[in-house]
């Protein structure tokens, strides 16, 4: 969809997942606060959903980067919040469901972590949002825009084998990654243009043969989401993509806050360049 003539270019924001290299989305929302624009809409998948969430609610791009370096500077509290939320015992794991001893509820872990100012709904946002999740039995994406707000963003966080399935809207639920990391192509009629923050990283380069048990799974579905983006990419892209430098940070690294944000601070300056490009038409 185009704009009409004479009218403001309308950008939709599209934020994607990469554990904790969803730190580089703050560059991109830090260009659109330092430009004077806001986003028509914001749509995110898995991590990116967090984050889109909070800039939907509201909040700039410097809280936001308070805050996730406040959440994220006492590992020790960090770990008790996880323990918090955590769900099963060890007897779990040798029965039928979705409990085990390491799983955690996304549900109860995230209003730990999730700025106060974020609302209960989606009607209470101030720029439409869009949350994306997988059915995990339909084996389909599911585009969430309604209702309560907090399930909508923990199914589309929940990482399968860290997070428990979030059972919504009758249907059971995980990250939205699994079937659309990238979430681009939701926002296409709802806004003339769209700028698509892809952090999902290159190729990791590691000195051991072995990653463990952790690393083994994300990088799993670090892989998939690269490859299902390159194929969504090859077939229509966004009119802007921008893929930050992420690759000195591992989908773990939740607690090298400055470190990230430091190696993928280029993409600020790319991103202003494509919304004033963008509003140019």
Known sequence: MRRATGQPSRIGLALGG???RRLA???VLEAFDELGVRPAAIAGASIGSVFGAGYAAGLTALELRAHASAMLKNRSVVVAKLLKARVGRITDLF???SRNPALIDAEKLLPLFLPE??????EELEIPFLAIA???FGHVEIVISDGPLLPAIAASSAIPGIFRPVLHKGLTLIDGAMTNPLPFDVLSDKVDSVIAVDVTGGPVVSGRAFPNAF???LGATQILQATIIGAKVAGGGPDALIRPD???VTLLDFFKTTSALRSSDAAKDEAKRAIERLIAG
Do not use: I, K, N, S
């Open 25 to 27: 989305h703050l560059h």
């Open 95 to 97: 029965g039928a469901g």
């Open 18 to 20: 990469g554990g904790a």
């Open 246 to 248: 992420v690759r000195g």
């Open 134 to 136: 997988t059915d995990f």
């Open 117 to 122: 100012r974020v609302p209960a709904t989606f």
């Open 215 to 217: 690393e083994t799974m």
